[in-house]
């Protein structure tokens, strides 16, 4: 199993930045890549940004320029958001994908980010 625990959220002006991370343990060594969700009220949970180990990285087309993922060595993960916009006010969460796995299946419990026009 590994656990997540994203922090970092708040309210922030259009405009404004913020910076996610997110903590793994357990078994990190299955992590296969990490990624960012997030969920807006009335919407589907979308997909946002991901990484896998040799680095290489995939952002949803609305955060591109805008947002940037990062990880460590330890499969911990942050996500640094810049010239946020209202629309980008969701619970954000944090996942991994495991070895054997075809998709993202181990979730944070999320993150409120707010952003004020």
């Known amino acids: 199993q590994v656990q997540l625990v994203e922090s970092g959220g708040g309210l922030v002006q259009a405009g404004g930045s913020l910076t996610l991370s997110c903590a793994a343990s357990?078994?990190?060594?299955?992590?296969?890549?990490m990624g960012w969700y997030r969920q807006a009220p009335g919407k589907q949970r979308e997909f946002v940004a991901g990484?896998?180990?040799?680095?290489?990285t995939r952002y949803a087309d609305p955060v591109k320029g805008r947002f940037s993922i990062s990880r460590d060595h330890n499969m911990n993960t942050w996500l640094q958001m810049s010239s946020l916009k209202p629309e980008d006010s969701a619970v954000y969460y944090c996942?991994?994908?495991?070895?054997?796995?075809?998709?993202?299946?181990?979730w944070g419990q999320g993150t409120q980010v707010t952003v004020s026009s």
């Open positions: 990484i896998i180990p040799s680095g290489h």
């Open positions: 996942a991994v994908r495991r070895a054997g796995s075809t998709d993202y299946d181990s």
């Open positions: 357990g078994r990190i060594f299955t992590i296969t890549a």
